[in-house]
């Protein structure tokens, strides 16, 4: 295999695989720092993944929920993009071996983040829908309004068309279940008189007796209330046991056709192969130690969601695999490899939980901060202040206030395009 | 094959293939008139097909120049849409048959448009992109970041991956040259300085010896000197006789290397099968009379791009396949078939040019209108003011409003995401 073409540089490489929020919090970090900063990842952009369930759901478009990974960088000259996929790593020589092309590293960051936990289910990994990526959320997008449309077509059409079951009661699942109400209190009495809002059913299935599991009980009653308003079917202590495309078991024996099941259920870490059982727990993260390093690894690191640290006294079992433990540890992992050319002593990372934010629809949401709690109206503003400010560039901010203003007085989800239909496998 | 569901009405049913121009104009002219409309697409959504240059070379979102077919229609108690594929005319029985099921009509209207004429070409309409649906838009922008992504990670790259080669001098292929070439001028520098901008080239290739040859010959002029202050290289009287995906031939011998050719060098009627070769002429238009009825079939019409209208003295050889005129006959037919019904005298149609409008960039354009010919900035605005006015709803309006200023004041193209990535055929 051909070598990856990076120009020559007195300084030490740092390959970071990942565009995700540790990985692109790191590299920025790292400018004007002695190092060759390279980022692989298979897209060439960055996902904003709180708000991909409003792609998902016709609410905001693709484009304003991702930036160009080259446009974040374009004024940091130690920095390099390489699309590429990852294949393996090679700890031995020092190699990423990529579908590009060959990679050489004197540190490594693996900032994978993770991939959807469908718990072994083979046929529902087959079948359901998930939500980890710009294309899942169109795929999703486009079945959902492909079903509408068979159903009115009419010749030869499969039950359950019209019924959509959202596995998993975190963050996810409530936000999309309740962006699936709106849009079913909203868009479909207008578009599709003939169908009528009655007719669609969403169900949110939880096995847990609640939801909203990493929140207080209180706020996971509240966004059970919340859902409840809109009409969606609440299903605690419920699994899914297996989904043909067509029906979905239900774990009491229960069968419901569904032409529509969105995972939002768990998640694994996403590690690339090749550095040994040793260093990776049973969902797929890699053990690091207080810095982020793989155990056996001198210069090997992984951040983010793929990494289970457990020396952070205040989480024994590893972090929750958000948003802002990448962050944080992309940020400190920085300042750690800097002070290790230098010869100085490295910091231990320890997470500071700034706060946790759920939306279930127009002015109802939860949102959990260390001094103070808030839900309906106050919580809802603050989520959508907060999203807006943590989207990269000002374009992208200004398109998603002009549509999220757009909805919220149209009562309109106004995205609905089938641009590529959603082919199911068989 | 079953029946497409449709409910039961007392009034006369027309159906219309094709959400275009004429399709949309004609279903929304027969609002509250006493007929049952019927509108098939294989898409759910309406074009705006002057824009989709935009969106080909990062400056618009897709969902910013389509439209859902449903949401312009929602008040339109008449109309009924049915997403389908349309697989034959049947029209002793009067049937359509669609991929998802069979409907009868009292009057057909067929607006299906037009497709990319690559004359007899068949490598070139294997392995050229085009530009006749958001599809192919998308897929152009993510071949031409995956051509720049592939020459930086370096491993075994074809020659000729920043070569861009433009088939076709009219205003299509002008505005796509144009948006290239500003795509270059501001892109390449802050996103691939390791390209570099002198080292991606841009061809425009016109067959005959001129471009914009339905414009003043000055306008054609004044578009080429914009073309050439944008470092396009222009070549007339030049044609390409093959393109295997890699090398282009062109018409004097010379070999090309070029990893993205986009055809825009004419169109071609879209008809269904079924209709008789008699109404079909050589370039695969419907042969019509002056209200647009097919010779021959008493209840079948056809409008827009794909009619061929020999009968209006000024356009003796047929009309340009162009917006207005299908805009014009479908607002003509609507009335033409209300008073058929009534058993009034219908009224030929006369098209009345309206005015014609090709951009090259910032700044550069051409326009022209009975009364005046601009050129520059006037003609810009003109042409920006226009193309706002005509996009459908509200929101799009504003929304690509955001994007233009934001492309003005940034000199950026800021959509460039490789959602999809396209692969080429074999």
Redesign the interface.
């Known amino acids: 295999?051909?070598?990856?073409?990076l120009?020559e540089s007195p300084h030490p490489r740092v390959v970071i695989i990942g565009g995700g929020f540790g990985g692109i919090t790191l590299a920025r970090k790292l400018r004007g720092r002695h190092f060759q900063v390279v980022l692989l990842d298979r897209?060439?952009?960055h996902t904003f993944l709180p708000l991909l369930y409003q792609v998902a759901t016709g609410g905001l478009?693709?484009?304003?929920v991702?930036y160009?990974i080259?446009?974040i960088f374009?004024r940091q000259r130690n920095f390099?993009?390489?699309?590429?996929n990852v294949e393996r790593i090679d700890t031995d020589t020092r190699n990423i071996i990529t579908n590009?092309?060959?990679v050489t590293y004197d540190y490594l960051v693996i900032a994978t983040g993770s991939n959807t936990n469908f718990f072994g289910l083979a046929d529902a990994a087959r079948h359901a829908m998930q939500l980890k990526s710009?294309?899942h959320a169109?795929d999703v997008r486009s079945l959902l309004?492909?079903n509408f449309?068979?159903e009115?077509?009419?010749?030869?059409k499969p039950d359950g068309l019209l019924n959509i079951i959202v596995v998993g009661g975190g963050p996810t699942g409530v936000e999309v279940a309740g962006a699936l109400a709106e849009f079913r209190a909203h868009v479909v009495p207008?578009?599709?008189?003939?169908i009528g809002k009655s007719r669609v059913s969403i169900r949110l299935v939880e096995a847990s007796d609640r939801l909203l599991g990493a929140f207080a009980t209180r706020s996971g009653k509240a966004a059970r209330t919340y859902l409840e308003e809109l009409d969606v079917d609440v299903s605690l202590q419920t699994t899914l046991k297996s989904y043909d495309g067509t029906v979905a078991l239900m774990g009491d024996g229960t069968e419901v056709h569904s032409s529509c099941v969105i995972w939002c259920a768990g998640v694994t870490g996403d590690s690339p192969t090749g550095l040994g059982d040793h260093v990776l727990d049973k969902n797929g993260r890699l053990r690091v130690d207080g810095m982020n390093r793989l155990k056996g690894h001198e210069a090997v690191f992984a951040i983010g969601d793929v990494a289970l640290m457990e020396t952070d006294k205040d989480y024994p079992n590893g972090h929750p695999m958000v948003a802002q433990v990448a962050l944080q540890q992309g940020r400190l992992l920085a300042a750690n490899l800097v002070r290790l050319t230098k010869g100085q002593k490295t910091v231990p990372f320890r997470y500071r939980e700034l706060g946790s934010l759920a939306t279930v629809g127009r002015n109802k949401a939860v949102a959990e901060f260390p001094l103070a709690h808030f839900r309906g109206l106050v919580a809802w503003l603050l989520w959508m202040g907060i999203h807006l400010m943590q989207l990269v560039?000002?374009?992208n901010r200004?398109?998603v206030l002009?549509?999220w203003v757009?909805s919220y007085w149209?009562y309109?989800r106004?995205?609905?395009?089938?641009?590529?239909p959603f082919k199911k496998v068989n």
């Open positions: 295999m051909n070598e990856l073409s120009p897209h060439n952009y478009e693709a484009d304003s991702a160009p080259r446009k374009h390099y993009f390489r699309m590429a590009a092309g060959t710009v294309p169109l309004l492909q449309e068979k009115l077509a009419g010749a030869e207008s578009d599709y008189p003939e560039g000002f374009r200004m398109v002009v549509n757009w149209s309109d106004a995205i609905r395009l089938i641009i590529r």
